[in-house]
């Protein structure tokens, strides 16, 4: 009776606001929640996959600096950097599987982990409620790090003296108004 009353009274509709913010807030707040979920997820995935990657390349080139050493003893060098450098840091995974091969100069730290995921209601839309698995592979070759320096240096004083040759040449590119 009250709303007919105001109604006729002012002579225009009264709309009843006092449920409208709060049904909105049932639709809205759980889509937000859940956005905010699954980029939450895809940042520990990114995050994981970025680390593997990195350790596996870094384990090998720290595996490969021991160019006179035994292959067991560049082995031994690329798992010690690989458990320094993992140790602990993975997000939502069991222990990493590692494998280090080294034949010969050549040197492969392969690490594969199965990442478990956070928020299966969430996500398990998207991965059929499997947990992902990720391979990151580096490769190394050994080098000689005495000649490697010699040989640059060698390079460089070539190139120098060839500038100090040709003084001309170098003056005829720099300045092509003159050349004509």
Not at 18 to 41: D, G, H, N, R
Not at 59 to 70: D, I
Not at 93 to 114: C, E, F, H, M, Y
Request: net charge positive; glycine share 8%.
């Amino acid at each position: 009776m009250k709303r007919k009353e105001r109604q006729q009274r002012t002579g225009r509709k009264v709309f009843w606001k006092k449920a409208s913010s709060t049904v909105e807030a049932a639709f809205v707040l759980p889509m937000i929640l859940s956005i905010i979920l699954i980029c939450l997820s895809l940042s520990y995935f990114l995050y994981n996959r970025l680390l593997i990657t990195q350790t596996a390349y870094i384990a090998a080139l720290r595996g490969s600096r021991l160019e006179w050493g035994s292959a067991s003893e560049s082995h031994g060098e690329a798992g010690r950097a690989c458990e320094e450098l993992l140790g602990g840091r993975l997000l939502f995974t069991q222990d990493p599987g590692l494998q280090i091969k080294a034949l010969g100069k050549n040197i492969t730290v392969s690490i594969k982990i199965r990442q478990e995921i956070p928020f299966r209601g969430m996500t398990g839309i998207f991965t059929g409620n499997r947990d992902p698995e990720w391979v990151a592979v580096g490769k190394a070759v050994k080098q000689n790090p005495y000649r490697f320096i010699r040989d640059h240096r060698m390079l460089t004083h070539l190139a120098d003296q060839r500038k100090e040759e040709s003084p001309g040449k170098e003056k005829r590119k720099n300045n092509p108004a003159k050349s004509l």
